[in-house]
């Protein structure tokens, strides 16, 4: 069975109240409980965590290389300023697949250029909350193919 950590930035714990004109009504927790029914479904497992701390986005990512064979990240904020985020994917050996919610090549220039896609396996966005299910299938396919 394929090990998946999911992993969410700063700011998602707001999810559901935090500007819905961009990101939905959706909350971190009902993303969850997606991603919960849709590794079920695709015969994965994962673990769900959400820091508003970078070095804890970082001491994750170090400790799914015995832990997970697979990462999701929306990295939120981080993904246009961290490399040490990106330093830890590298280190990381299985994919990676960066996810957002909002099609960030269409925001302000702010939130369009992200450095943890560099390292990332592929990238969904522009999805919103259904970006992290589609990186669940894209992993169970992953398995099926290797």
Known sequence: ???VMILNGPNLNLLGVREPHIYGTTTL??????CEREAAALGLTITFHQSNHEGELVDLIQSARESADAIIINPAGYSFTSIAIVDAIKAFEGPVIEV??????????????????????SVICGLGPYGYQAALRALGQMKKEA
């Open 1 to 3: 069975m394929k090990r």
């Open 29 to 34: 927790e009902e993303i969850k409980g997606n």
């Open 100 to 121: 957002h919610i909002s099609n960030i090549h269409a925001r302000d220039e702010l939130h369009r250029h992200s450095k943890i896609s560099h390292a990332a396996t």
